[in-house]
């Protein structure tokens, strides 16, 4: 049952690689400012599902102590892949990768790995909190998939050959799902090891990534609607950890 979930969910990622052909039929301006409002809820899921779910189901399972080293080291793996593996959170299409465009797609199958991992662990632990960390992963995935897609565009990809391989890239989850299960099922304590580190991650994205792209915009009424986007996702986050069944 459990492994059934799993696979659904790590699916449904893996079909949001395909985002990137919505970009053939709907006008620049408007998917940039449908963009800019998803980026401020994912910033807002992401801290809720840090502190709201990953943190609490941690703190259940290990010493709090340990738990924060984890916290930090997720941080600080998340900054390490960021930094040296490029793997980027592109939002803009003038990204200038063209000579990395390749290890771009090398970073993003990783990154996809880990989040199959991720969602492996986070069913092991509870079918709620699999849920939460699932959707929370998609929102992310959603602009992320489009700045990857418009990088290998930028990159001499023709759109259909970018769509492809994007895919490809994201068919890793699959793979990391199947892993992150068979860890959790055999080595005891795995998930008390990736959940908080998934947490140090999500943090590390929304500060780091996401938040910052919303400070980039001048424009108040356009900031301000980011703001309040990014407070629905932690209160979408908050209500979901009351309504959904553990």
Not at 104 to 115: K, V
Not at 230 to 239: E, S, T
Request: net charge neutral.
């Amino acid at each position: 049952m459990v492994l059934s979930w799993i696979l659904l969910s790590t699916s449904l990622v893996c079909l949001i690689s395909l985002i990137g052909v919505f970009t053939l039929a709907i006008n620049e301006k408007l998917l940039q400012k449908a963009l800019f409002g998803l980026i401020g809820f994912s910033a807002g899921a992401l801290i809720g599902g840090a502190f709201l779910h990953l943190l609490p189901e941690a703190l259940e399972k290990a010493d709090s102590t340990i738990v924060f080293y984890y916290l930090i080291l997720g941080i600080v793996i998340f900054f390490l892949m960021e930094r040296y593996f490029h793997w980027r959170h592109c939002h803009e299409e003038d990204c200038h990768v063209h000579p990395f465009t390749y290890l771009n797609l090398f970073g993003d199958g990783f990154h996809n790995f880990i989040d199959g991992m991720v969602i492996a662990a986070s069913f092991a632990a509870s079918i709620k909190l699999g849920v939460v960390t699932t959707v929370a992963i998609i929102l992310h995935e959603i602009p992320q998939e489009l700045g990857d897609f418009g990088v290998l565009v930028y990159g001499g990809f023709s759109k259909k050959k970018a769509l492809f391989f994007n895919f490809l890239s994201a068919l890793t989850a699959m793979a990391g799902a199947v892993v992150g299960y068979f860890l959790t099922t055999f080595a005891q304590g795995f998930t008390g090891f990736i959940l908080p580190l998934t947490a140090g991650g999500f943090i590390y994205i929304a500060t780091s990534d996401l938040i910052p792209e919303i400070h980039k915009q001048t424009n108040l009424r356009r900031s301000s609607a980011a703001f309040f986007a990014f407070l629905l996702g932690i209160i979408f986050m908050a209500i979901a950890k009351k309504i959904l069944p553990s």
